[in-house]
Nanobody, 124 residues
Framework: VQLVESGGGSVQAGGSLRLSCAAF????????MAWFRQAPGQEREGVAA????????FYADSVKGRFTISQDTIKNTVYLQMNSLKPEDTAMYYC??????????????????WGQGTQVTVSS
């Protein structure tokens, strides 16, 4: 399985970006996808996750009300719409896919495949 992210960039605080992650390969048994982020010197943290079957979503408290995760099941693609961006949202954003039976939405150890990352920079 290969995950390909796109859509990162640089914006001013208050701006918006939309990230995309397309999954290629044997995705038949893929249960969920998620976005994580990692700032320099910090741990990789879960941002948002979506269950592919029913569309249930989970968000980190820090992004609730500002970020929205969505999916296109035909294209095997998930999106992360990021609004009202803050400088503290600056990080490398990674897409991840989970094929397990038990789902921990924002637990990085739960995910089996990762994308290469896309940089998001928010200036004040």
């Amino acid at each position: 399985v290969q995950l390909v992210e796109s859509g990162g960039g640089s914006v001013q605080a208050g701006g918006s970006l939309r990230l995309s992650c397309a999954a290629f390969g044997y995705t038949y048994s893929m249960n969920s996808m998620a976005w994580f982020r990692q700032a320099p010197g910090q741990e990789r943290e879960g941002v948002a996750a979506i269950y592919m079957g029913g569309g249930s979503t989970f968000y980190a408290d820090s992004v609730k009300g500002r970020f929205t995760i969505s999916q296109d099941t035909i294209k095997n693609t998930v999106y992360l719409q990021m609004n009202s961006l803050k400088p503290e949202d600056t990080a490398m954003y990674y897409c991840a896919a989970d094929f397990g039976d038990i789902w921990s939405p924002l637990d990085r150890d739960d995910y089996n495949y990762w994308g290469q990352g896309t940089q998001v920079t928010v200036s004040s």
